[in-house]
Nanobody
Framework: QAQLVESGGGLVQPGGSLRLSCAAS????????MGWFRQAPGKQRELFAS??????????PVVPSVKGRFTISRDNAKNTLYLQMNSLKPEDTAVYYC????????WGQGTQVTVSS
């Protein structure tokens, strides 16, 4: 059964760092673009970063901007997607999800990231 499992979230102080992981089944991950999405309280889920199977990355303009602070990467041998988040801001507080893009499949449970002092 195709599935996505996100992990690595938690409570962090402003300016801190977290590394998220997304374990995906091969049918979702292999040869597909993968993306990181986030859903802040009261807002819609939004895509903010993607990576092709060959490692080409792209960032979607979001507020606050993640470019230069977040790094998306993948390990094709492990069917795992990563998100290194640095210089975190309170506005980054959200549930973070991964998924195939643009052909979205069933969502995983997400991982909560809370940035607060």
């Amino acid at each position: 059964q195709a599935q996505l499992v996100e992990s690595g979230g938690g409570l962090v102080q402003p300016g801190g760092s977290l590394r998220l992981s997304c374990a995906a089944s091969g049918s979702i991950f292999t040869n597909n673009v993968m993306g990181w999405f986030r859903q802040a309280p009261g807002k819609q889920r939004e895509l903010f970063a993607s990576i092709s199977s060959g490692g080409t990355t792209a960032f979607v303009p979001v507020v606050p901007s993640v470019k230069g602070r977040f790094t998306i990467s993948r390990d094709n041998a492990k069917n795992t997607l990563y998100l290194q988040m640095n210089s975190l801001k309170p506005e980054d507080t959200a549930v973070y999800y991964c998924n195939r893009f643009p052909d979205i499949v069933d969502w995983g449970q997400g991982t909560q990231v809370t940035v607060s002092s």
